[in-house]
């Protein structure tokens, strides 16, 4: 339904901070739960952060509670994911996942199969 295109990866020091975003295209809903998911080699994919385009409230992993923030900028159509304080094991792929919905639910958000678009993905690199 829609088009989701990632940008803003790179490669930090362990204690260093990034910032992704997420533009998002081509949807005609007022609301769209947006997800930010993350694959390691040799490891399931991972939901990481979550938030209602258009709406509220935001999910985060506990593995990255109150070191990142995701939020929405619905003029520019985009969600970004704010890293801070990175770590080793925050390494990996990024993607924003996308699904046309009301909601983000409480329980599922972090579940890949409910969304039906998928960025490209985005090398999130952080060293010792």
């Known amino acids: 339904q829609g088009h989701l295109v990632e940008s803003g990866g790179g490669s930090v020091h362990a204690g260093g901070s990034l910032r992704l975003s997420c533009v998002l295209s081509?949807?005609?809903?007022?609301?769209?739960?947006v997800t930010w998911f993350r694959q390691a080699p040799e490891k399931q994919r991972e939901g990481v952060a979550a938030?209602?385009?258009?709406?509220?409230?935001?999910y985060y992993a506990s593995s990255v509670q109150g070191r990142f923030t995701t939020s929405q900028d619905k003029a520019k159509n985009t969600v970004a994911l704010q890293m801070n304080a990175l770590r080793p094991e925050d390494t990996g792929i990024y993607y924003c996942?996308?699904?046309?919905?009301?909601?983000?639910?409480?329980?599922?958000?972090?579940?890949?199969?409910?969304?039906?678009?998928w960025g490209q993905g985005t090398q999130v690199t952080v060293s010792p």
């Open positions: 996942a996308a699904v046309a919905r009301t909601f983000c639910g409480e329980t599922d958000w972090y579940k890949p199969g409910e969304y039906l678009d």
């Open positions: 081509g949807y005609t809903s007022n609301f769209i739960c």
């Open positions: 938030l209602l385009f258009g709406g509220s409230p935001n």
